[in-house]
C-alpha cells in the first residue's frame, strides 16, 4: 500500500490493541500503535488469562516466562456456610494439547505483548490521543494529538476500551443497559490460611465474595486479588476507605475470623453495565475488544474475548492490505466475532444476577438445585471448558460456507484445530500452534499434498506450511493462523481453490 504510514493505525495499547499489532506485524503489515494514556498501567481489573489467550500469546511470541510466573488457574471454591460447597476444576478440559488458566494479570500481559511488538520493530506512542479522522475510499486520514501534520493510513482499529474514540467519531452506537451497582476491588498483601491453588467466593444474601491469589515478583504469596458486591455508598470511593470496608466484609461475608488485611496495592470501584456495539466496522475503520463489547467481569471473559477479536480479524486484515483479498472478507470478522460477544454477554450476566441476587427464592436455587447440580464432574468440565473459550466455533459463519452442516467429522470448517504434534518437511518436530499466528497450515498425508499446496501458494502467496501429523492420514486440513479450520477434503484440489477464491474475493466460501 504505496503512499501510506502506517498501513495499519491501531489506537489502544491494552492487550487487545497490543495483540492485534503483533499479528498483524508478523504477517508484514505496517503498523503504528498509539495511547492516549501517559505511559503503560502497572495495575488492571483482569487477573485471569483463559486457555484461550494462553494460545494467542503463544501463537504471537509473546507468552514468554508467563506461566512459570503465574499461578495457574486449577480451581474455583464455592463456600456456603463455612465449608467448601462446589469446586471447579479448570485443569481437566478433556482436550488435547490445551493450556491451563492463569492468575496473570492484565498488565503482565501487556509487558509480554509490547516486549514482542517491539522485537517486531514497533513501540507504543504515548501520551499520543486521536482527536479526528475522515476516511475515504482509498484510505483514512487520523488527526493525532501529537502536534504533528495528519496521518494518512490505510486503516483504522479502535481498541481504545468502552469509551472509545474511535468508535464515537465514526458513529457506531454503543447500546446497552446497567447490569449491577458498585463492586469493590483490591489487590491486598494478606495474611490469609486459604488454600491458593484456586480461586475462592462466597455467596451471601447481601452480595458475593470473591478472592483470588496473585503472585508479585520478590515478595511472599501473600497477594490477593479481592472483589465484592456493595451496592450501597459513594460511587468514587478513596483507597483507605475501600480498604477498611473490606476488613469489615471479610468476616461478614466468609465468616472467618482468621483473615487478617495488611495493606492495599491498588483499589477500585465499578458498576457492571452491558454494551454492544452496533456494528464492528465502518468502512475503513473497525472495533475490537471493549470498545465493540464491555460486559461482567464475572467469569474473567474480558481479556480473552479481545485478544481473540485481534487474531481473528489481524489475518483478514492482512490479506486485504496487501491486496490479496477484497475488503468484503472483513466483513466475516463481524459475521464470526459478534455472536460470540453476544453469547458471552449472555452468559455473564446470567452469572452475575445469579450471584448478586439476594431474595430467598435465589438462595433457596443455588443451595437446592446449582451446589448439588454444579458439583458433577461433567457439569464441571464443561463450565471450565465454556470458560476457557476453547468452544469457540465458527460453523455458522459465511467461511464456513455450509459444509458444517455436511460433515459429520470433527473438527468441521469454523472450528479451533488442538495443538497437534506434527512433523515439518525437514522430518523435525514440532506443534501446529508454534506454527500459526504468521501463516497458514496445510496439514497434509504423510506422502505430500502439492497439488493442495500450490492451490493454496497461488492464493495466499508464501504464507503457508506444510505439516504431516499422524498417520494414516488420508485428509488434507487447510488451518487458519488462528487456528481455525478452514477447509478439509481428501481429493480435489481444484475444491480447495475454489473456497479460498470464495472466501477471499467474496467474504463467502463454498467449496
Known amino acids: 500500500m504505496s503512499g501510506y504510514e502506517p498501513e495499519v493505525l491501531v489506537v489502544g495499547a491494552g492487550p487487545t490493541g497490543l495483540a492485534l499489532a503483533c499479528a498483524l506485524r508478523m504477517q508484514g503489515v505496517t503498523v503504528r500503535v498509539v495511547d492516549a494514556a501517559p505511559g503503560p498501567a502497572s495495575t488492571s481489573r483482569a487477573n485471569i488469562l483463559h486457555a484461550r489467550g494462553v494460545e494467542v500469546l503463544d501463537r504471537l511470541g509473546a507468552l514468554g516466562d508467563l506461566p512459570q510466573r503465574s499461578l495457574t488457574a486449577l480451581t474455583l471454591t464455592q463456600h456456603l456456610d463455612g465449608g467448601s460447597a462446589i469446586t471447579i476444576r479448570f485443569g481437566d478440559l478433556g482436550l488435547g494439547g490445551a493450556r491451563p488458566a492463569l492468575y496473570a494479570s492484565q498488565a503482565e500481559v501487556e509487558a509480554g505483548l509490547r516486549s514482542r511488538l517491539a522485537e517486531l520493530g514497533v513501540g507504543v506512542g504515548w501520551g499520543t490521543a486521536l482527536t479526528g479522522l475522515t476516511q475515504d475510499a482509498h484510505g483514512v486520514t487520523a488527526v493525532l494529538g501529537d502536534g504533528r501534520s495528519p496521518l494518512r493510513c490505510g486503516w483504522v482499529v479502535g481498541c481504545d476500551g468502552a469509551h472509545s474514540t474511535v468508535r464515537k467519531l465514526v458513529g457506531i452506537g454503543f447500546p446497552g443497559v446497567r447490569v449491577t451497582e458498585r463492586f469493590l476491588l483490591a489487590d491486598v498483601h494478606a495474611d490469609w490460611p486459604v488454600d491458593r491453588a484456586g480461586g475462592h467466593g462466597w455467596p451471601h444474601r447481601d452480595g458475593p465474595f470473591f478472592a483470588v491469589p496473585m503472585r508479585e515478583a520478590g515478595r511472599a504469596d501473600d497477594l490477593w486479588r479481592l472483589m465484592a458486591y456493595d451496592p450501597a455508598g459513594d460511587d468514587a470511593p478513596g483507597e483507605h476507605e475501600i480498604l477498611e470496608r473490606f476488613r469489615r466484609l471479610v468476616p461478614e461475608r466468609t465468616g472467618r475470623t482468621d483473615i487478617r488485611i495488611k495493606d492495599a496495592v491498588w483499589t477500585s470501584a465499578f458498576r457492571v453495565h ?218 480435489a484440489p481444484e475444491r480447495l481453490g475454489r473456497w479460498l477464491d470464495g472466501a477471499l474475493r467474496q467474504g463467502d466460501a463454498r467449496a
Open 274 to 491: 452491558r454494551r454492544l456495539a452496533d456494528a464492528y466496522r465502518r468502512g475503513r475503520v473497525l472495533l475490537a475488544g471493549d470498545a465493540a463489547h464491555i460486559h461482567s467481569p464475572l467469569g474473567g471473559q474480558g481479556m480473552v474475548t479481545g485478544m481473540g477479536d485481534a487474531e481473528n480479524l489481524a489475518w483478514k486484515l492482512a490479506l486485504v492490505a496487501r491486496g490479496q483479498a477484497a475488503e468484503r472478507l472483513l466483513d466475516t470478522y463481524e459475521a464470526e466475532r459478534r455472536p460470540l460477544a453476544t453469547e458471552v454477554l449472555r452468559q455473564t450476566t446470567n452469572v452475575t444476577r445469579l450471584q448478586i441476587g439476594g431474595g430467598p427464592l435465589l438462595r433457596l436455587l443455588r443451595r437446592r438445585v446449582i451446589v448439588p447440580i454444579t458439583g458433577m464432574p461433567a457439569v464441571q468440565r464443561r463450565a471450565g471448558l465454556l470458560a476457557s473459550q476453547l468452544w469457540v466455533t465458527y460453523r455458522r459463519g459465511p467461511l464456513a460456507g455450509g459444509a458444517a452442516s455436511r460433515l459429520g467429522r470433527r473438527p468441521r470448517p469454523g472450528d479451533r484445530v488442538p495443538d497437534l504434534a506434527c512433523l515439518r518437511p525437514d522430518g523435525g518436530r514440532t506443534r501446529l500452534h508454534a506454527e500459526l499466528g504468521r501463516r497458514w497450515v496445510l496439514l497434509a498425508p504423510a506422502e505430500g499434498a502439492p497439488a493442495h499446496l500450490a492451490e493454496a501458494r497461488d492464493r495466499l502467496g508464501a504464507a503457508v506450511t506444510v505439516l504431516t501429523c499422524g498417520s494414516g492420514r488420508r485428509e488434507v486440513w487447510l488451518v487458519r493462523p488462528d487456528a481455525h479450520l478452514a477447509w478439509r477434503g481428501r481429493t
